[in-house]
């Protein structure tokens, strides 16, 4: 059985949303409480600060990738959460924008992804902590999504 997280922090954007400069604070202090062999005990625990879109889509990919049921794998976001009219959730990255004051879904990391993500992983072993706004949206998704 692997411990496995992936910490993602996103603490700079474009202009249409304010920095959140203790964002890359919070996950490397994650991390530390994870690594710790009395704490968390955890095998590995990547850190990412402010990551370009494909970095992060790539790492969420591979956090759920080639596991084994027993795995325990914990995503840990810290950043920015945004939802469109529709109620889609998504992880903001560091170029995340607006287009007409809507969400340019292209710019950011979208919830039902990473949903996928997780259904098709063969671990059973899964936690998510989101320290963003909208969080309650990521749940909100489960009830749409096919289940396993």
């Given at each position: 059985m692997a411990?496995?997280?992936l910490l993602i922090g996103v603490s700079e954007?474009?202009?249409e949303f304010p920095p959140l400069p203790n964002a890359v604070n919070d996950v490397?202090?994650?991390?530390?409480v994870l690594l710790n062999p009395e704490m968390g005990a955890f095998d590995n625990a990547e850190v990412l600060k402010n990551p370009q879109r494909q970095i992060m889509e790539d790492a969420?990919?591979?956090l759920y990738a080639n596991r084994q049921k027993d795995d325990l794998l914990l995503l840990y976001f810290s950043g920015h959460g945004v939802t469109e009219d529709t109620g889609d959730f998504y992880f903001s990255t560091r170029i995340t924008r607006?287009?007409?004051g809507k969400l340019m879904p292209t710019t950011a990391v979208a919830a039902r992804d990473v949903h996928l993500r997780m259904n098709q992983s063969r671990s059973r072993r899964m936690v998510v902590i989101l320290d963003c706004c909208f969080s309650?949206?990521?749940g909100d998704?489960?009830?749409?999504?096919?289940?396993?």
């Open positions: 411990k496995i997280a954007y474009e202009p490397e202090a994650m991390q530390r969420i990919y591979n607006k287009d007409g309650g949206a990521f998704i489960l009830h749409t999504l096919p289940s396993r």
